[in-house]
Structure formats: structure tokens, C-alpha cells
T-cell receptor, first 117, second 109 residues
């Protein structure tokens, strides 16, 4: 079974530039998550999709971050314009559902490491 | 949200059992305890979860106290590859998986 795919693995940009990250979840997984992990901290949930609808984006800085999941499969996370404090690893995860609820078993990709100079 | 408390770091000798504690004193009756780990430069990996009974799988055992206010993840024979940050998570009803800072386990040869 193929895992969660993310690209690019590494990206270096200057502040005020834009960047986009792509994620392809495990086939059949209805729920997709984007997390931000700053060095030395645990992952922080940015946004959660259920199929192509947003379930939770309460911690997404909407003035500069945007995410979409067209057709309920793969997803793109964009940052525009980037700030120095956006330097982090951006993790994508997916999970399946049991009945009407999501399972708590998330499958993570390897992450995209962003450095903002 | 129910919150968890974990020691920031622990050491364990290779081949010995690693016992990682987690306090979750405000856990609700329908909330599960999940454990993940994150090896350096990788995404977190699911290990095990439980509600109130002890659970075991090929990776680890989970012991939950009768009052459910704390739990212990047991790695029966720790290897160097078990060196990682271990996260204990209590899953609220709407399934928002929130990570804390976890316990950094160092397995020593």
C-alpha cells in the first residue's frame, strides 16, 4: 500500500515570496490534515479536510496561508507571502473513517521542510 | 480538550523495557488514549490506542489505570531504533488530533 506522498521535500525561499506544498493521501482516506512542526515542538494542526470540505481551520493563519482539496483527493497548502517564522516542516496526514467518525490513526508523509531567509 | 502531561525526556538501556508514562487526569469517558512516535526527520507514526482495557500489538503494550487518569506505554525490549519522541494524545469527540511536546526517549547502547 502506497503511503502519503508529499512534495517538495525541501524548499528555501526569501521572505515575502510564495510557496506551495502538495500532498497525495492514501487511497480511499476521506480525511486529510496539514500540520506545521516548528523545530523542537510537536506538530500543530493547521487544517483538516473531510473529503473536499473543511472541518477545522481554526489555527490556519488565513491572511497568508491557504489550502484546498479539490475533488476530495490530493491537497495543496500555499503560503503567500512567507515570513521568517514560517520556517518549519509541513506534514500531511490522512486517515480513514469508521462509520460516522474518523479513526485516530493518522498516516503521515515525510514532510516538506521550509526555510525562509 | 483533555490535556496530557509527559516527562520531557527519558533514557533506557538497550534490551530493557522502556516505560513511558502519561497523565490525562481530565479525560472523559468516551475519549481514547493514542500513542504516536516520531523518529528524527520523519513524520509521526501511530503505535497503539486504547479506551480502558490494556492493549498489546507487535510494537508495544498500553496499560491504562482503572480510573483512566494515566497510562503507560511499554516497549518490551528497546532497541536503538526506538530512539524517538513519543506523544500521548487523548482524542476528543470531534477527532481533532492535537500533539503536545512528548517525551524524548533515548535508548542507550
Amino acid at each position: 500500500e502506497a503511503g502519503v506522498a508529499q512534495s517538495p521535500r525541501y524548499k528555501i525561499i526569501e521572505k515575502r515570496q510564495s510557496v506551495a506544498f502538495w500532498c497525495n493521501p492514501i487511497s480511499g482516506h476521506a480525511t486529510l490534515y496539514w500540520y506545521q512542526q516548528i523545530l523542537g515542538q510537536g506538530p500543530k494542526l493547521l487544517i483538516q479536510f473531510q473529503n473536499n470540505g473543511v472541518v477545522d481551520d481554526s489555527q490556519l493563519p488565513k491572511d497568508r496561508f491557504s489550502a484546498e482539496r479539490l475533488k476530495g483527493v490530493d491537497s495543496t497548502l500555499k503560503i503567500q507571502p512567507a515570513k521568517l517564522e514560517d520556517s518549519a516542516v509541513y506534514l500531511c496526514a490522512s486517515s480513514s473513517r469508521q462509520g460516522k467518525t474518523n479513526t485516530g490513526e493518522l498516516f503521515f508523509g515525510e514532510g516538506s521542510r521550509l526555510t525562509v531567509l | 480538550d483533555a490535556k496530557t502531561t509527559q516527562p520531557p525526556s527519558m533514557d533506557c538501556a538497550e534490551g530493557r523495557a522502556a516505560n513511558l508514562p502519561c497523565n490525562h487526569s481530565t479525560i472523559s469517558g468516551n475519549e481514547y488514549v493514542y500513542w504516536y512516535r516520531q523518529i528524527h526527520s520523519q513524520g509521526p507514526q501511530y503505535i497503539i490506542h486504547g479506551l480502558k482495557n490494556n492493549e498489546t500489538n507487535e510494537m508495544a503494550s498500553l496499560i491504562i489505570t482503572e480510573d483512566r487518569k494515566s497510562s503507560t506505554l511499554i516497549l518490551p525490549h528497546a532497541t536503538l531504533r526506538d530512539t524517538a519522541v513519543y506523544y500521548c494524545i487523548v482524542l476528543p469527540g470531534y477527532q481533532k488530533v492535537t500533539f503536545g511536546t512528548g517525551t524524548k526517549l533515548q535508548v542507550i547502547p
